[in-house]
């Protein structure tokens, strides 16, 4: 059973709109999230991250949201740009050290 | 160069032939990884070392072999290769001081 779930397996935006990508987990001892973005051909990269004790962060066009008591977080990404088409996918983990466990991914597409 | 690089990037083989996928990183992280990755279940872990000589199970670990001589390289071995492996391994590492992993580029595996 995946404890961390992608629902959408891919997402159109129009150039200069927001992206929304939606993420929920069902493990409530996960205390810290990331997101990887992975271009075709390429391995990951780390975005952004969040802890528990946070419920936004923000790092230039890309934030995230998390939602504690929903086991849910997203990440927006504003304004959308043609660039930023590619598999993102949301993680999680119990401690800052231990293994991380991924989601299915998203892959989004930004139409100019 | 520096960084984390996986050789072969694609690799045929047949069902029942053993097959090594290596891992070579120069940042003399502490952690190194082994993911696979397939349609509809993002990225698995398979096995990880948290450093030389000592490795651990994933969650998909059955039908692989890992070993860790030397802090820079993770091999991994498929000893009888399955149509099931066929996959996309992607290898990372990380300091267990940093919560981000870098992704090698991957190695395209084909088990016919």
């Known amino acids: 059973d995946q404890q961390v779930k992608q629902n959408s397996p891919s997402l159109s935006v129009q150039e200069g709109r927001i992206s929304i990508l939606n993420c929920d987990y069902t493990n409530s001892m996960f205390d810290y999230f990331l997101w990887y973005k992975k271009y075709p051909a390429e391995g990951p990269t780390f975005l952004i991250s969040?802890?528990?004790?946070?419920d936004k962060n923000e790092d230039g066009r890309f934030t995230v949201f998390l939602n504690k008591s929903a086991k849910h977080l997203s990440l927006h990404i504003v304004p959308s740009q043609p660039g930023d088409s590619a598999v993102y996918f949301c993680?999680?983990?119990?401690?800052?050290?231990?293994?991380?466990?991924f989601g299915p991914g998203t892959s989004l597409s930004v139409i100019p | 160069d520096a960084g984390i690089t996986q050789s072969p990037r694609y690799k045929i083989t047949e069902t029942g032939r053993q097959v090594t996928l290596m891992c070579h990183q120069t940042w003399s992280h502490s952690y190194m990884f082994w993911y696979r990755q397939d349609l509809g279940h993002g990225l698995r872990l398979i096995y990880y070392?948290?450093?030389?000589?000592?490795?651990d199970k994933g969650e998909v670990p059955d039908g692989y072999v890992v070993s860790r001589s030397k802090t820079e390289n993770f091999p991994l071995t498929l000893e009888s290769a399955t149509r099931s492996q066929t996959s996309v391994y992607f290898c990372a590492s990380s300091d267990f001081k940093l919560e981000t992993q870098y992704f090698g580029p991957g190695t395209r595996l084909l088990v016919l």
């Open positions: 969040i802890s528990s004790i946070k």
């Open positions: 993680a999680a983990k119990k401690t800052s050290y231990d293994k991380v466990i």
């Open positions: 070392s948290a450093a030389a000589d000592i490795t």
